[in-house]
């Protein structure tokens, strides 16, 4: 982690000047999309199609420099599968991505992606809540023919409370402790 080898002092102004926001900022507006790897898209396409056409995707098969691509997207991402150039596995805690974590609107539509999954032939985890991650944190994980992860998670009450009140976070560090109820 950048700065924990600092002295204590010189960490302590590091932190102070962070709590301010910088002058001038581009906000992200979404995320645009995300490669994915896969051993074979063939073999994995049958999952990415049932799941991702649960969530209410579409898909296009466009190939990009020959190679096969599969893109699914929605009204604000994509999420792009291609065929992986070594046959090195999955590891989620070797450098590089965890999980993949999607949001739905609420516990319900969480508990009906696990029913429409399982009738599938999708294999998830039982919906549960994570009260070590937050209060109202509720999700179900599945992992695809590779063994990457995939989370769907209920939209928290934080999440939401960040949406609708984006302008009063008007600092860098740990800014929802500072919003006025």
């Not at 056409?53 to 579409?58: K, V």
């Not at 596995?89 to 590089?96: C, I, K």
């Not at 609107?105 to 399982?118: E, S």
């Not at 070590?132 to 939401?160: C, H, M, N, S, W």
Request: hydrophobic share 45%; glycine share 4%.
């Amino acid at each position: 982690m950048r700065g924990a080898g600092l002295p204590a002092a010189a960490r302590e102004a590091r932190l102070r000047a962070m709590s301010e926001l910088l002058p001038e900022r581009v906000e992200v507006v979404g995320l645009d999309h995300l490669y994915l790897t896969v051993r074979e898209v063939a073999a994995s396409e049958p999952w990415y199609d049932t799941v991702f056409g649960l969530l209410d995707y579409r898909k296009m098969d466009v190939a990009i420099a020959g190679d096969p691509h599969r893109h699914y997207f929605n009204r604000v991402m994509q999420i792009s599968i291609r065929q992986a150039k070594s046959a090195a596995a999955h590891d989620p805690y070797a450098p590089g991505l965890h999980h993949v974590c999607l949001q739905v609107a609420d516990a319900g539509a969480v508990d009906r992606f696990h029913r429409l999954a399982a009738t599938a032939g999708i294999t998830a985890t039982t919906p549960a809540a994570y009260p070590q991650y937050a209060d109202d944190y509720y999700a179900t994980f599945l992992d695809d023919p590779d063994g990457l992860r995939f989370e769907i998670v209920a939209r928290r009450a934080r999440r939401k409370l960040i949406a609708e009140r984006w302008r009063e976070l008007n600092r860098w560090l740990n800014p929802v402790q500072y919003i006025k109820p």
